[in-house]
Structure formats: C-alpha cells, structure tokens
C-alpha cells in the first residue's frame, strides 16, 4: 500500500510536509501547484513552493515530494516539467483538479475536465518531454458539473502515458461536501491499466479500509484529514492509536516556531487556524481552544494560548 500527502494550496506547506513526514507513514508528498502560463519558470519559483529541491527532492524525513504543475498549455507544461526535474523532482504531477473559481476562470485545474482531447495532449507532452524513467502523475475529479466524461478522460490520460492517476472521488461542483464516491474509481480501474490511487474523505483508518474496498484500489492519497489527525497515515498504515491531544499540541508549537522563523511568518495567524479547522473534527478540545485563538491576531498571543493549553495538558505530579 502507497500513501500519498496530497496537495492542499495555503495549508500544506513545505513546513506542514516537513512536520507530518517526520510523524511518518507517506511515501510521497505531492507540492502545492505552480502555476504556468506562457514561459519558462525561474528556478527559485519552483524552489520557493518545494524548497525540498535543495535536499535531493526529499523532506529532512527522507520523504519523496513531486512537484505539481497547473496550466492549460502542453508546450509550456513541458518546458517547466523539464525544469522541475532537472532541479530534482523525483516526477511531475498534473493538476486537473483544483475547483478554485479564479484557476477555473483562466482554463486551469478542474475545468480542463471538460476537455479530454487536451488532457491528453498535456500529458503526452510532458511525458514526452522528461525522461522515460521519470515519473508523470495527474490528479483529476470525476468531473466539472457531471461524470459524463469520467472515463473518457481517465482513458485519455493513461493513453497519453501517465505513469499514475489519483482520483478524487467528487465533481467540481460536488466541492467538498460528503460523500465521495468511491465506487466510480473501481469503473475507472475496469477501463484503465495504469496504477490509480483513491482520494477523497478518509478521515480515519476505517474510512481508508472503506475506501480501499470500494474504489478496488490499495493505494490512497489523504488530505484534510492528515491535517485533522496528524498520525493518520500511521493508523493506516500499522493500526497505531491516535495521537493524544498533549502530542497535538507539541506538534503545534513545533510548527509554530517553523512557521514565525520561517519565510512566511506573516501568515502564521491564518494557518495556525486553518489548521484548527481541521483538528475540531477530531479532537474537541480544539473546538474549544479555537475559541480563544479566533480573536487573536498577533503570533506572541497565539504562542501564549498554545503554551498555556499544553501546559495545563500535561500531568500535574
């Protein structure tokens, strides 16, 4: 079985990769998208969205991270695939998933899904482009409004050479809400024969066993419920116990002093509690602290909260 960190824009950061990888149970992490238009990328964009290209495209954990590329133009997709490997990405992926309005607006992520014939002339491109060796992975939805085109445009993917498909479960228009349906993803295995990893509400090791069986897939990607159980993967992956709310809020602080110390301690304030919009799903004494960070704006107010929370978790002798 393969777990995948899926990629999550403003959440999952090279910080939180770094963080939830040293917990372990990830074979590899995917990065948040660049965006490409019409050139060649600079180096240090791709470097600033996965700094782990200056540690041989790993985390300090040892963990594998593939840089993600979003667009709509197969020749300008393969230019800055070529790029991304030649500074050290172990692969590229392809986003033909991301349901943000403005990315959809500009012809990127979900809504190419619309668009099967140039699915696959992205994907051909690119994997025409980088090495045969190298690995080119897409991620996709089961569609824009429907999943009238679902198989055509997996078919079209794998055709054009993809070495991997992650499905998530839902439209574009489905959005977040629950459920995701798994079973599309066994209908897309009877017509593909590339490998294909399930995505989409895996909050817990029973929910991934679930999935696993309906999807007819071993491999899976989490997402938001990495963030809302930080050793998920590892429940998964060795039936470990979840992680007590003390070593939740360690973790916090860790990433607390990452984030503040880090190039992006600006938005420290918002991620911390975009974070806790995760955790309150399963843990409730983050409901309960996230009512005291809400109103806070400054970091050294936040850090006090956190300190004085973890303090009164640990026992008193």
Known sequence: MKIILAPMEGVVDHLMRDMLTRIGGYDLCITEFVRVVDQKLPARVFTRICPELLNA???PAGTPVRVQLLGQEPHWLAENAVRAVELGSPGVDLNFGCPAKAVNKSRGGAVLLKETEQLYRIVKAVRDAVPADVAVSAKIRLGYDDTSLTLDNAAAIAAAGASMLTVHARTKSDGYRPPAYWPWIAKIKQQVNIPLIANG??????????????????????????????????????????????????????????EITGDKGQYYANRIK??????????????????????????????????????????HA
């Open 57 to 59: 495209g790993k985390t």
């Open 201 to 258: 509400e895996i909050w817990t090791a029973a929910d991934a066993v679930l999935c696993q069986q309906q999807s007819d897939c071993t491999d899976i990607m989490l997402g938001r419920g990495a963030l809302a159980m930080p050793n998920l993967a590892q429940t998964i992956r060795s039936a470990s116990a979840v992680m007590p709310w003390a070593q939740v809020l360690e973790l916090l602080m860790q990433y607390s002093e990452f």
């Open 274 to 315: 975009q974070w806790f919009s995760y955790l309150k799903l399963q843990y409730p004494q983050a409901a309960e602290l996230f009512q005291q960070l809400r109103i806070l704006r400054k970091s050294p107010d936040i850090l006090q909260t956190l300190q004085l929370a973890l303090d009164n978790s640990q026992p």
